[in-house]
């Protein structure tokens, strides 16, 4: 990674980082975190931000929300399935096999 390269990722993720440290608005049960972006994803994002009327943040904690449950719904479905036998891969493959 060339040393532009490093400046523009640090100064997203400055971006990031103060993106809310200031204002009554600001929720106490909040909780602060870095995290260092694609500058594409960051431009993108502050674009969303401005058209939502909503913050950086509150995109990123929806995203983020929207993965563990999928998450979530894996885990779930894999546990209704922890019942059924295992299969062999052989097995599963002879069945493919050309006649």
């Not at 975190?33 to 009327?53: F, N, Q, S, Y």
Request: aromatic letters at 6%.
């Amino acid at each position: 990674m060339r040393a532009t390269e490093c400046l523009r990722l640090i100064h997203v993720c400055l971006d990031v980082q103060t993106s809310r440290r200031y204002g009554s608005f600001m929720k106490t049960s909040l909780k602060r975190a870095t995290i260092c972006l694609d500058p594409d994803v960051h431009r993108a994002l502050r674009l969303k931000a401005v058209e939502t009327d909503r913050t950086v943040s509150d995109l990123v904690n929806e995203a983020v929300r929207l993965r563990l449950a999928e998450d979530a719904e894996d885990l779930a479905a894999f546990e209704e399935r922890a019942h059924e036998p295992n299969l062999p891969f052989e097995d599963v493959v002879k069945e493919f096999k050309l006649h």
